[in-house]
């Protein structure tokens, strides 16, 4: 598994390629569970809680969902060489919706 570093003032999150089942597991969530999904994806994805991205600013986000595009290339770029473009556009998209983060009518609170 690929996993880079991203580094936002002193918040430092590691970014980490999904499993052909995390994928599967993602693309299974409707869209009506919105909180869910996001908290998903950052679960699988990343080493933060979505609560720790509401102080960040979208620039700043916006690296993370980069960073969460590039690693998981690989899938994407075999998907769109057997002529799975909706699959790949599936998951790019699924990964670009952590800004809809703002947009949640409630997160969990943190336990820890």
Same mark, same amino acid.
């Given at each position: ?6 580094? $936002?003032? /002193?918040?430092? !999150?590691? #970014? ?7 994928? &599967?597991?993602?693309?299974? $969530? ?7 999904? #996001?908290? *998903? =994806? ?5 080493? $933060? *809680? ?5 102080? =960040?600013?979208?620039?700043? !986000?916006? @690296? !993370?969902?980069? /960073? ?6 690989? %899938?994407?770029?075999?998907?769109? &060489? $057997? @002529?799975?473009?909706?699959? &790949?556009? &599936? =998951?790019?998209? =699924?990964?670009?919706? #952590?800004?809809?983060?703002? %947009? ?9």
């Amino acid at each position: 598994m690929t996993d880079e570093k991203v580094t $936002i003032d /002193k918040l430092a !999150i590691t #970014v980490n390629e999904l499993t052909m089942q995390q994928i &599967a597991d993602l693309m299974k $969530i409707d869209e009506e569970n919105a909180t869910t999904s #996001v908290i *998903k =994806l950052l679960e699988a994805t990343t080493n $933060i *809680k979505a609560s720790e991205l509401m102080p =960040l600013k979208p620039s700043e !986000i916006q @690296g !993370i969902v980069d /960073k969460m595009v590039e690693v998981n290339t690989p %899938f994407l770029s075999q998907q769109r &060489a $057997i @002529g799975n473009d909706l699959a &790949a556009e &599936a =998951l790019e998209k =699924l990964l670009r919706s #952590v800004c809809m983060i703002a %947009f949640l009518p409630s997160l969990p609170q943190d336990t820890e």
